[in-house]
């Protein structure tokens, strides 16, 4: 069964920094493309950042790029997102996602159950 | 970035209706759209991808059709568990984009 673990969410103040990590499970973690979506409260989907199987390519949305990093320990089963230089419009619940991708694009079978990020002084 | 507009952004519908959720790409996208299912307080569910293939374990009155820039994903028989709000997707190309989402409702 696949499942993937969000952790270290909370409480954070503007311009502060959070690493966010999401342990997988129940498949070849080192073989799949994974990926974080956030939800800021009531709003819609929007996807944050992704990375390839081999953690040698990563892709950022706008507002995030040069502030987060995504990376990946295959040895260890587990996603990261480094977040810095945090604002108030990153308060979100971010979730981990699997991909199942076709020649390089990816839709998120999986998800995490997400864990809360809020930016506030 | 492609932008994603589904509509109805929110309607309701009675157990046992069929509905039709629209999604448009402002520009074309091929087939690679996805539909998820997001309860309230809940992670989101993938239900459709390649526009048209149901996710293993989906019940078949989930369908998705289209290509370019249009998609459709229709309820066949709606059933109590099925309201929720719906998200389309692109995956064409990054930024990955979702639709705003549609919210369906108990009449």
């Known amino acids: 069964e696949v499942q993937l673990l969000e952790s270290g969410g909370g409480l954070v103040q503007p311009g502060g920094s959070l690493t966010l990590s999401c342990a997988a499970s129940g498949f070849t973690f080192s073989s799949y493309a994974m990926n974080w979506v956030r939800q800021a409260p009531g709003k819609g989907l929007e996807w944050v950042s992704s990375i390839r199987d081999s953690g040698g390519s990563t892709y950022y949305t706008d507002s995030v790029e040069g502030r987060f990093t995504t990376s990946r320990e295959n040895s260890e089963n587990t996603l990261y997102l480094q977040m810095s230089s945090l604002r108030a419009d990153d308060t979100a619940v971010y979730y981990c996602?699997?991909?199942?991708?076709?020649?390089?694009?990816?839709?998120?079978?999986?998800w995490g159950q997400g864990t809360p990020v809020t930016v506030s002084s | 970035a492609i932008r994603m507009t589904q509509s109805p952004s929110s309607f309701s519908a009675s157990t046992g209706d069929r509905v039709t959720i629209t999604c448009r790409a402002s520009q074309t996208i091929s087939s690679y759209l996805a539909w998820y299912q997001q309860k309230p307080g809940k992670a989101p569910k993938l239900l459709i991808y390649?526009?048209?293939t149901l996710q293993s374990g989906v019940p078949s009155r989930f369908s998705g059709s289209g290509s370019g820039t249009d998609f459709t994903l229709t309820i066949s028989c709606l059933q109590s568990e099925d309201f929720a709000t719906y998200f389309c997707?692109?995956?064409?190309?990054?930024?990955?984009?979702f639709g705003q989402g549609s919210k369906l409702e108990i009449k």
């Open positions: 996602a699997k991909g199942t991708c076709s020649g390089g694009s990816c839709a998120f079978d999986f």
């Open positions: 390649a526009a048209s």
């Open positions: 997707q692109q995956y064409y190309s990054y930024p990955y984009t």
